[in-house]
């Protein structure tokens, strides 16, 4: 006679419990400007612009930060899908930091946020931006290159930045240094550093302090190569100086004007 193996399987009760967690619903929009004249902190659409950061509190302390997003060009960001609770939020960018420690890190400034979002909320960061970056008239095409002037001049004065920036430590006067003026050109309407061709984009560096001269006059800027006649692009221009952000990033963020619409033609 043979013999019936009989196999007992357990199952744990929990394989089969539903999910109390609410689905992420909440939205938090928000907008990045200038403090002084409540114009938007125009940036780039990616890493190089401007970072978005929230840390839930609801679960206690030493809790690690969400995943970082990035404000749209015009400084506006959006995040429709984060859960129900209490968040520190910040951002960085081309600006003075909000949130400023010194070398051993004791708190020195916190202009950053603590909300409660329950529901959908709008926020507003205002901030002091390195640079104003203008257009000086309206660009003109010749031959395949565009030429357009701009203008450059410190959004915060260099008292008040080292006001602000020396006592976080390790303070040097090359921070308030402008290094380069870019000059993007693309066939996409968020032109700038992600959004580059590069056969036509240019640039302009400037070593040690010789743009100190230059803050506040017209400068030139003339696209490279030669773009094909008939076509639509869009140009920016964008600056920066000497200074990290967050600090130790590596990472210096540049300032932006408008986008502007520039049909080439002979």
Same mark, same amino acid.
């Given at each position: 006679m043979?013999?019936?193996m009989l196999t007992s399987v357990?199952?744990?009760?929990?394989?089969?419990?539903?999910?109390?967690?609410?689905?992420?619903?909440?939205?938090?929009?928000?907008?990045?400007?200038?403090?002084?004249?409540?114009?938007?902190? +125009?940036?780039?659409?990616?890493?190089?612009?401007?970072?978005?950061?929230?840390?839930?509190?609801? #679960?206690?302390?030493?809790v690690e930060h969400n995943p970082d997003f990035y404000c749209m060009p015009d400084g506006t960001f959006q995040n429709t899908k984060l859960f129900k609770g209490k968040y520190h939020m910040t951002v960085d960018?081309?600006?003075?930091?909000l949130l400023r420690r010194d070398g051993s890190g004791q708190? +020195?400034?916190?202009?950053?946020?603590?909300?409660?979002?329950?529901?959908?909320?709008?926020?507003?960061?205002?901030?002091?931006?390195?640079?104003h970056v203008e257009w000086v008239g309206e660009p003109k095409v010749e031959d395949g290159k565009i030429t357009a002037q701009v203008k450059v001049t410190r959004g915060v004065s260099p008292e008040d930045f080292r006001d602000k920036v020396a006592p976080m430590g390790n303070y040097t006067d090359d921070f308030l240094r402008m290094t380069d003026i870019q000059f993007f050109v693309s066939y996409s309407?968020?032109?700038?550093?992600?959004?580059?061709?590069?056969? #036509?984009?240019?640039?302009?560096?400037?070593?040690?302090?010789?743009?100190?001269? +230059?803050?506040?006059?017209?400068?030139? +800027?003339?696209?490279n190569g030669e773009i094909p006649e008939g076509r639509t692009v869009f140009i920016r221009a964008a600056a920066r100086i000497n200074f990290d952000t967050p600090v130790g990033s590596g990472t210096k963020r540049w300032n932006y004007n408008e986008a502007k619409e520039v049909l080439v033609h002979q």
């Amino acid at each position: 006679m043979g013999l019936t193996m009989l196999t007992s399987v357990t199952f744990s009760c929990s394989l089969f419990e539903q999910d109390n967690f609410d689905a992420p619903d909440v939205t938090l929009a928000g907008n990045v400007v200038d403090v002084l004249t409540g114009a938007p902190v +125009l940036t780039d659409q990616g890493s190089e612009g401007i970072r978005v950061r929230l840390t839930e509190l609801s #679960w206690g302390d030493n809790v690690e930060h969400n995943p970082d997003f990035y404000c749209m060009p015009d400084g506006t960001f959006q995040n429709t899908k984060l859960f129900k609770g209490k968040y520190h939020m910040t951002v960085d960018g081309p600006f003075i930091p909000l949130l400023r420690r010194d070398g051993s890190g004791q708190e +020195l400034a916190d202009e950053s946020m603590v909300m409660d979002l329950d529901s959908d909320h709008q926020v507003t960061f205002e901030v002091q931006p390195f640079l104003h970056v203008e257009w000086v008239g309206e660009p003109k095409v010749e031959d395949g290159k565009i030429t357009a002037q701009v203008k450059v001049t410190r959004g915060v004065s260099p008292e008040d930045f080292r006001d602000k920036v020396a006592p976080m430590g390790n303070y040097t006067d090359d921070f308030l240094r402008m290094t380069d003026i870019q000059f993007f050109v693309s066939y996409s309407s968020s032109v700038g550093y992600r959004a580059r061709d590069e056969r #036509w984009s240019s640039r302009i560096d400037y070593p040690e302090n010789s743009f100190d001269e +230059l803050f506040g006059q017209t400068i030139t +800027l003339v696209s490279n190569g030669e773009i094909p006649e008939g076509r639509t692009v869009f140009i920016r221009a964008a600056a920066r100086i000497n200074f990290d952000t967050p600090v130790g990033s590596g990472t210096k963020r540049w300032n932006y004007n408008e986008a502007k619409e520039v049909l080439v033609h002979q």
